[in-house]
């Protein structure tokens, strides 16, 4: 009997980072095959063979091409995909991670196959039902038959749902994994080359700002009140933005002025970004795992939602949760730039080492 096969799915640049560390974890191993199953949710110009190279795992074994679309078009297109790759070769066990639409869709379609789904970055819980990663993860975990978690909240959830321990794993986190492992390889690669080096050449202390969320760039009132607030902190720390293109549309179509003090620039590789944000004052942020690598490098981080499904990063790390008041964004800010920002620590497990505990585990799970 052959070893053990398991698909590892990613439908989005992030979900890459998070499989790259089980890849090579699964390297190491050596009893488990794996095919990397790209879905193509998102297209990213960004994630060519260096890309790969750069996450120090090789390129996607298949790519479905099933993007675009609605959320319904979009995980209907990557079901029938993914339904005919299971029909012509059946795994023994679909790895999926995070909560994106290709996490929800192949879920589904391996349990109506009777394959097991084991979920890296199960139990995360915002309690906002208008988010569609919330749905996302509700839907996944509520039929996945593995869970590894990366902080108590999410075991504590999954076991109120009435989940079975024996199934629910603490194991630390992925992407914190890569990110260490990311972080490592900057001091072998020539930094000055990237286009945001100047800058960082040409400030001592800065910011770093990042918004995408629909609640906040896509309602005019609450965008020019997050921006009024970005205005203000400026004046004290200069900002640089890597904007997202939805959101520099919205600068322009509702008319925000940051000011000259908040430089604008392009989406950035990881690469790029992460050589820009390690050594900011204060990141100001909507993303989910900025908040989770902004605490596992110690960098203060100020959270502009009302909710967080990651609150060991408030409850132990960096994190500050803002909402989208103008005051608390700024004073927030302010008090990083002042050397007040929270100082926290790295949560239990996140070592570097959660790809290595995934893997012992479904070792131990899959018939060899």
């Known amino acids: 009997m052959g070893k053990p096969m398991i698909y590892l799915v990613a439908g989005a640049r992030p979900n890459f980072m998070k499989i790259a560390p089980i890849v090579r974890a699964l390297d190491a191993h050596g009893g488990l095959a794996y ?21 120090g795992i090789p390129a996607p074994d298949l790519f479905m091409g099933a993007g675009g679309g609605s959320h319904a078009q979009q995980t209907a297109r990557i079901m029938t995909a993914f339904e005919a790759l299971c029909e012509t070769s059946l795994p023994a066990c679909v790895l999926v991670v995070g909560d994106v639409n290709s996490t929800l869709a192949c879920s589904i379609v391996a349990k109506k196959a009777c394959i097991p789904v084991a979920h890296v970055e199960a139990g995360l819980r915002s309690g906002d039902r208008r988010m569609p990663e919330e749905i996302n993860r509700l839907v996944t975990d509520a039929i996945s038959d593995w869970f590894f978690v990366t902080e108590p909240s999410g075991r504590d959830h999954l076991l109120r749902e009435g989940k079975s321990s024996e199934d629910v794993h603490y194991v630390g986190h992925v992407m914190v994994d ?124 100020v959270t502009v939602r009302e909710n967080t499904e990651r609150p060991v990063t408030i409850d132990e790390g960096t994190n500050v949760l803002v909402g989208t008041d103008a005051e608390r964004i700024a004073a927030a800010a302010l008090a990083a730039c002042d050397g007040r920002g929270k100082s926290g620590r790295r949560p239990e497990l996140w070592d570097g080492r959660a790809a290595e505990r995934i893997v012992a585990v479904l070792a131990g799970l899959l018939p060899g």
């Not at 949710?41 to 790969?52: G, L, T, W």
């Not at 293109?245 to 790029?272: C, H, K, Q, W």
């Not at 942020?285 to 908040?291: E, R």
């Open 35 to 55: 095919q990397i199953i790209h879905t193509g949710q998102h297209y990213d110009r960004e994630m060519n063979e260096v890309f790969f190279e750069e996450l």
């Open 178 to 301: 890569n990110l260490f492992y990311q972080a490592a390889r900057l001091g072998q690669i020539e930094t000055a080359r990237f286009e945001t080096a100047p800058f960082k050449a040409a400030h001592e202390t800065y910011g770093v700002v990042t918004l995408h969320r629909p609640s906040n760039v896509d309602e005019a009132a609450t965008f020019a009140r997050i921006g009024g607030a970005l205005r203000r902190v400026s004046e004290r720390l200069p900002l640089i933005f890597p904007v997202h293109p939805r959101t520099r549309a919205n600068l322009e179509r509702f008319g925000i002025d940051l000011g000259e003090r908040v430089s604008l620039v392009g989406p950035r590789a990881y690469m790029e970004f992460l050589n820009l944000w390690k050594d900011a004052a204060v990141v100001l942020t909507d993303s989910g795992g900025l908040q989770e690598e902004t605490t596992a490098l110690g960098v203060p981080c």
